[in-house]
């Protein structure tokens, strides 16, 4: 199975990021996409994966947290960074009103520039938004049938936002956020809604570490070892058998990320 959003180069990782990794393929994942949130970190993803080939992989993205520190500059150095074989989409970008920790009009152009750059370069796009729905899709819509390929990440949103996302033809990526017996309510409804052929699964470590694991790890990281429980649960509120839901979230993010092509 592929986690397609890890943060491996995150402080949380510094002091055992090999082991992690190697607890990873012992889990029975073959794939991580590892997310660039802003340039230092892309170059970093794309660094990490070039040592990991056929097993890592990279974004290059700037993410709306980061917006307020984009320029021209930035779309050039992004465009480099995705001409390397380890980079396989555009992002983590799109609009974050939650936090606000750039400010709404950069975010808002930020984002459209990386759409831009994507459309330019063909490749995939790896997205995030909270608390921005309406402007999320409205910067969207126009550059939809100009991308390959668009995935909303770490989706938590209602019903009406995620039918909006699927009229728009994006693939949605669930996290742990399924496993949550308060904050996850909604989403387990919900995830029966995501065609098994735009449905992919991750574990946005070292963040939102499932609630529900058992025996309780000491430590309150998440990693991609915990991928394979993620997915039972996602194949458990959906009515699939475990299997076959692995096997189609593992066919559907390869052809996603076009993996083999990059490797």
């Keep these: ?3 397609i959003g890890v943060n491996l180069t995150s402080s949380q990782f510094d002091a055992d990021r090999p082991e992690v990794v190697a607890r990873a393929r012992a889990a ?3 794939a991580l996409i590892l997310t660039g949130t802003n340039l230092e970190e892309s170059r970093a993803v794309a660094d990490y994966a070039a040592g990991q080939p056929g097993f890592c992989h990279a974004t290059a993205g700037i993410h709306p947290h980061d917006a307020k520190t984009f320029d021209g500059q930035s779309l050039l150095e992004l465009e480099r960074l995705a001409a390397r074989p380890q980079v396989v989409a555009i992002g983590e970008c799109g609009l974050d009103y939650n936090r606000d920790f750039s400010p709404r009009p950069q975010q808002d152009a930020a984002f459209a520039a990386q759409l831009e750059l994507a459309a330019g370069l ?7 938004c909270r608390d921005a729905h309406p402007r999320f899709i409205e910067i969207l819509k126009p550059w ?7 995935v909303l ?3 938590t949103g209602s019903e009406q936002e995620l039918r909006d996302c699927l009229a728009l033809d994006l693939h949605i990526g669930i996290t742990g956020w399924i496993c949550d017996e308060r904050r996850g309510r909604e989403l387990q409804r919900l995830v029966r809604l995501i065609p098994a052929e735009r449905l992919m699964i991750e574990t946005d470590s070292p963040y939102l570490i499932p609630r529900d694991l058992s025996p309780k ?6 990693e991609p070892a915990y991928l394979p429980h993620i997915a039972r649960r996602i194949a458990e509120y959906r009515g699939d058998e ?10 559907t993010s390869r052809a996603f990320f076009r ?3 990059k490797s």
């Design 28 to 30: 029975g994942v073959t």
């Design 259 to 261: 993996i083999e092509e």
């Design 217 to 222: 790890p000491a430590s309150r990281r998440n």
């Design 153 to 155: 990440h770490c989706f």
């Design 144 to 150: 939809r049938h100009r991308l390959p390929a668009v």
């Design 1 to 3: 199975m592929i986690d």
């Design 242 to 251: 475990p299997d076959a839901l692995i096997a189609a979230v593992t066919a």
């Design 122 to 128: 063909q490749l995939p796009v790896f997205m995030h």
